[in-house]
């Protein structure tokens, strides 16, 4: 019998957002969340739980009749970066294109982020993404995906992925890395020699010294061509790092079939993606991440088509895309985007932002539900039903937030 060490209780909801849910959340009323060290013990009513379990002496959390339910899982970021692009984006939201923006002066897109970063220290990157993270730890987010992909050479991309590894040390959320030199081209050197030092130079080192999981590319016109993206996939796929790839977010040429082919643990963005393609991306078990916060700081053309994605039954995750073009930390304000703009249910787009995020980062055997044997990763937020989560616009603070059974943030 495991020993119980702390419990949560004075719960209005739980949410355990178990994989069989027939409401997607699995909203439970009287209902008490014990904890064992860093994982969940079990999850039951007061009298369910002390038959089975002595609860003398253990840690009591009082919800305050909040709503209690596992943490956000931000599956897709860019966390680290330098400075912002402030000025790109007040130009963009008067409606400039990035040819007039270019021509003020303006540094504009992915390889203005690159120059800067090239000046930039660990310690420096460090300290703003840490920032970052403290407003997400606040809005009940316990695990990050932070990718490279602003470098545009070995030596910066090595030094974005360090920074991870620095951010993992030093605050309570969880960074999984992924690699992503293939994100733009650099300004300074051929693209086919640039390929070239991804696939004989970046993957091999990162490999070697474990500084990333995942291998991501940008699979769109005017970035890699499918054939690129494959070659890249594959080299670290042979170095064991797991698929990734962004792809169909302003064009269609291919990449959401290449990776249904390749069985890549996500697909991110999809705003073009081919209704033909949805049986292939569901049959391969692929999940696919999209970003109405994106979507809407762009003002993308073609916001992207979340319903017709479910309904064809591929496994859909929510992210912020934190990054100098989407500055998004609050996954509760995701949340009140999707259900406004792709049209999900309160309950979608919660499930879309904990387990569903956790199978996009290959983690939902630990991550995403509050159930027993899981870490007690748990964000408690003010509210009396998890609807408000949706309706309440702008807010989203958590009251506390436990990481691995610990109190990492308290609101109160």
Not at 99 to 114: H, N, R
Request: charged content about 25%.
């Amino acid at each position: 019998m495991a020993r119980i060490t702390a419990l949560i209780e004075n719960a209005g909801q739980v949410l355990t957002c178990a994989r069989d849910a027939a409401d997607l959340v699995g909203a439970r009323t009287n209902t008490v969340v014990a904890i064992s060290g860093d994982t969940i013990a079990a999850v039951g009513t007061i009298d369910e739980i002390t038959a089975a379990h002595d609860i003398g002496g253990v840690e009591r959390i009082d919800a305050k009749g909040g709503m209690v339910m596992p943490g956000f899982v931000d599956c897709h970021t860019h966390l680290v970066f330098h400075k912002s692009r402030v000025e790109e984006y007040a130009q963009k939201v008067t409606g400039r294109s990035a040819a007039e923006i270019k021509a003020m002066g303006i540094p504009t897109g992915i390889s203005a982020t690159a120059r800067m970063m090239r000046e930039a220290t660990k310690d420096q990157l460090a300290d703003s993404a840490a920032e970052r993270l403290e407003h997400m730890l606040s809005h009940g987010t316990t695990t990050v995906e932070s990718k490279s992909g602003y470098g545009l050479n070995t030596a910066t991309e090595i030094k974005m992925l360090e920074v991870n590894a620095m951010l993992a040390a030093r605050q309570p959320i969880e960074i999984v890395s992924t690699f992503l030199g293939a994100h733009e081209f650099p300004d300074d050197k051929p693209r086919e020699a640039y390929i070239a030092e991804i696939l004989d130079e970046m993957i091999p080192e990162v490999a070697r010294r474990g500084l990333a999981e995942f291998n991501d590319v940008y699979c769109d016109d005017g970035y890699y061509t499918i054939e690129e993206s494959r070659k890249i996939l594959q080299t670290g796929l042979d170095h064991g790092l797991k698929i990734k790839i962004h792809t169909d977010a302003y064009s269609h040429i291919g990449g959401s079939a290449l990776a249904a082919g390749m069985k890549a643990v996500s697909a991110d963005h999809m705003n073009y993606t081919d209704p033909s393609e949805y049986p292939l991306l569901r049959d391969a078990g692929v999940v696919c991440v999209v970003m109405p916060g994106l979507d809407f700081a762009v003002g993308h053309k073609r916001p992207f088509d979340a319903r017709a994605l479910m309904d064809a039954g591929v496994i859909v995750a929510l992210a912020t895309d934190m990054c100098p073009g989407c500055w998004l930390e609050s996954m509760p304000f995701v949340m009140q985007l999707a259900c406004r703009l792709y049209g999900f249910s309160p309950a979608e787009a919660i499930r879309a932002g904990t387990l569903h995020a956790a199978m996009a980062l290959d983690r939902c055997d630990r991550l995403g539900s509050l159930e027993p044997g899981k870490q007690a990763d748990i964000a408690i937020f003010p509210y009396d039903r998890y609807e408000d989560m949706a309706y309440r616009l702008g807010r989203g603070r958590a009251r506390m937030v436990l990481k691995a059974g610990r109190i990492v943030f308290d609101g109160a």
